[in-house]
Structure formats: structure tokens, C-alpha cells
């Protein structure tokens, strides 16, 4: 029986890792936390929701993620 894993879906619904899924939660907020700091320089995620542009602060980044459980 294969064991689950935790994909990290970003907040366009895609997969922050093309390769990589995590073994538990301590992997997916280390792999989350690498990702995020890829936007400290601009500081905030950007997206685009109801066909509006969205700036997420990086303080609430980890609110618009999601820890998917993949079995």
C-alpha cells in the first residue's frame, strides 16, 4: 500500500513543485516557506481572481495555500 503524500497547491491552483510531493506537513511548510521567499523581493504574491489582479501579502500567503493530501 502505497503511503500518502502532500502536495503544496499554490493559490492559482497549481502545484508549487513540478516533482516533488511531501512525505508530511514539516516537508510541505519547508518546501512552502523556500517558495515563498522567491516573491520577497517584490514583496507580496500576485494573482489574478474573478478577472481582477490580487496582491496576497507574503504575511498571509500560507492562508491562500493549500496542503493537499494525495493518496
Do not use: C
Not at 518546501?31 to 514583496?43: D, L
Not at 496576497?56 to 494525495?70: A, R
Request: charged share 30%; proline share 3%; no cysteine.
Amino acid at each position: 500500500m502505497a503511503k500518502s503524500r502532500i502536495d503544496v497547491i499554490s493559490p492559482d491552483g497549481i502545484s508549487i513543485s513540478r516533482e516533488e510531493t511531501y512525505a508530511n506537513m514539516t516537508e510541505a511548510r519547508k518546501a512552502f516557506n523556500k517558495w515563498k521567499k522567491g516573491f520577497e523581493f517584490q514583496g507580496y504574491y500576485g494573482t489574478v481572481k474573478g478577472g481582477q489582479r490580487v496582491r496576497i501579502p507574503l504575511d498571509q500567503l500560507e492562508n491562500h495555500v493549500k496542503f493537499q493530501l494525495i493518496k
